[in-house]
């Protein structure tokens, strides 16, 4: 019998956690606290958050686009290497391939880590307007705006040269302008007025690249990043003579932002308290917090080796606390005259919906030292 968790349904097609995933094999880095993830699709419930986000920015194409864009929001977040890095161009040597930045389900198997993953098949599918949202899987560190996995809107635009002829620009001055423009009528519509700037950037798929940030609980916060699509992607995907502008927005950080939802854990609930706020299924409501319940912060020195890296650390106490860790800050980092570096991590431990005792917490603090210093090979100090 397969356990519950292992059997997804994604796209009508039935996958088994042992289909992809062979036992111990050492080119899999996908926990089960993730794999039991997938399917989830968050993103598809009407009554959720990113539900009504994902449907407010189709009310956007559909009303200044009409009948243009199409929509995806059910492609397979399994995907091979190729399809996540090589087809949008990301370089052999970029960090974002690392075992420590990716989950791979094998060697040339990932969980998408963006909703890029689906252009250049859309591309060579001949879809000139397209929205695609999706589950997305990152290794990272852990605080109130990250989390391992996220979803992503990924929206193409496609020009042909009747479209900028008529115009003073060039292809790419053309789809940039009209890129903004896009997506500054987007934050209009689900903001009204808000504070945005735009800062230049780089990604591998796109030139120009900018990314927009807004003003939120009294700091810059990324939402989105976006730009003119390399010709060489389209080249690849048999497409020549258009030029096209993309964007790939993170549903969580505008609907904290939208929804006052303090926290990104939240998103993941499936306490009442917090479901049952969204039951409408439309924009306005504003989050009410049914209480914050107090934090506790327990500290973790040690001497740490060569291979060490701060995902590793994240990725064993989320293990170990699931959802009950808040942050993990690095708060003191030294090297001693023999060249040995100690670092001194503050785990904050607090529930979204309940208090924890102090036991509860010890507990958990003693199982992460244990497995920081059997699974990571560092000293504890
Ligand atoms: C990308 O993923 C690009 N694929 C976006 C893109 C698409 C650029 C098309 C150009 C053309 P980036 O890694 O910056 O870019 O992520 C995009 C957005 O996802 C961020 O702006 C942020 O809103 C969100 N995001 C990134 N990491 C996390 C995380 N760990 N938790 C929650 N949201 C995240
Ligand atoms: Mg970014």
Redesign the pocket.
Known sequence: VVPLAALLQIGGVQIAKDDVVKENDPTNNVPDSIFAKLGMQLHRRENHPLGILKKTIYDYFDVNFPGKFEKFDDLCPIVTVKQNFDDVLVPPDHVSRSYNDTYYVNSDTVLRC?T?AHQAELFRNGHTHFLVTGDVY?R?SIDG???PV?H?M?GVRVFSPEDWSGSDMDGTEYAAADLKRSLEGLAKHLFGAVEMRWVDTY?P??NP?Y?LEIFFQGKWL??????VTEQAILHASGRTDIVAW?????L??LAMVLFDIPD?RLFWSSDERFTSQFSEGKLGVKFKPFSKFPPCYKDMSFWINDGFTENNLCEIVRGIAGDLVEEVTLIDNFTNKKGMTSHCYRITYRSMERSLTDDEINELQEQVREAVQNKLNVVLR
């Not at 990324?222 to 730009?227: M, R």
């Not at 993309?246 to 993170?250: D, I, P, V, W, Y």
């Open positions: 963006h890029s990152r990272d705006t990250h989390y996220f992503q990924e990604f798929f796109t690249s990314e990324e939402v989105l990043g976006c730009g993309a964007f790939g927005l993170g969580e950080r990104i």
